[in-house]
């Protein structure tokens, strides 16, 4: 009798333990994650199209330039982070817009008139398209600014920065795409 | 119909008449929170579909709820889709696919996440079946006056033996 119970209060202890066992190792999955750095759904899938307005006039289309690395940079006049990654980018086209990349800066919420002033006194020299409805940056999942999306050749995103990039890591990853292609 | 079986029944409807009472609210609530009100409005219709959104620049404010230019955008995309004939399931399969799953508010049905849905109701499942045995081993159990009468332990032969002779012994005892 006595073994009886010692073996069922045994068995309640046992499964009391299994399920909190259970409980902090999904807590722990979760609570292990950095909230903030979320990996883009969108890495390895075709960069969605657009065809926006550019600062300088005209259109352009994403599509246009298949074939190249396109380096889609997320940014707005009155974002602090993005006038701290601004020399990484400007470094960025210098260094590689004879090699088949394109740096293009997607302006976010902004007014057109603050971008143009922006662009004029930080020497942006690449192309700069007006997301103005942000129909684009919800198509990107856009979830602030600076955002950085690296396309390939194929028109593929491989890789995804959410905040400042700097201009080492970016050269490494056009690098890496540029020894593949040849 | 026997005294015992008249305490069982006294016993056995009040708990049976409150599990009845618990089951139709649980079910009521199912129904209420899978279903709910259908929209009437085209506005109504993105409140909800935006309601099941997160806002993906805020902390924790839903679509419906944030202010933020983006979300503002995010509706106006979700009323743009439904008057383009796309159902609240593909409006938000398209956030989905560029925000991922943590753009709901809910936690999708798949992977590790679709546990939030049926860990309760495992969890409630069980404690029915630990409520129902609890109630099964209260309603076995012998009472106060059964115990009684059934708690003395049974008496050897020998202990027969013993307690003639000493009955006989006092008997020879008495005066008289």
New interface residues.
Partial sequence: MRARLTRRRALLLGSVVAVVAVIVG?LS?GLGRDPSV?????IGRAA?NFTLPQLTGGKLTLSKLRGQIVVINFWASWCAQCQDEQAALNQTWQKFQDSGVVVLGVDF?DTAGDARSYVNSAGVSYPVVEDA???T????????VPETFVVNQAGRIVDHVIGPISAGSVANQINSLLQKST | MTARTVRRIRVTLPALLVLIALAAGAGTLAVVAVRGQPPATRAQQVQQIAAGLHCPICKDLSVADSPAPLAQQMRQEIAQKLNAGQSASQIRAGFVAAYGDTVLMSPPRHGLAGAAYFLPAIVLIAGLIAAFTLLRRWLRAPGPDQLESDSSPPVSASERRALAKAVARLREEEPG
């Fill in positions: 999904l999955t979320i990996a883009s759904p969108l969605p919420e409805a942000s129909r940056a919800l198509v990107y999942g856009l979830r602030g």
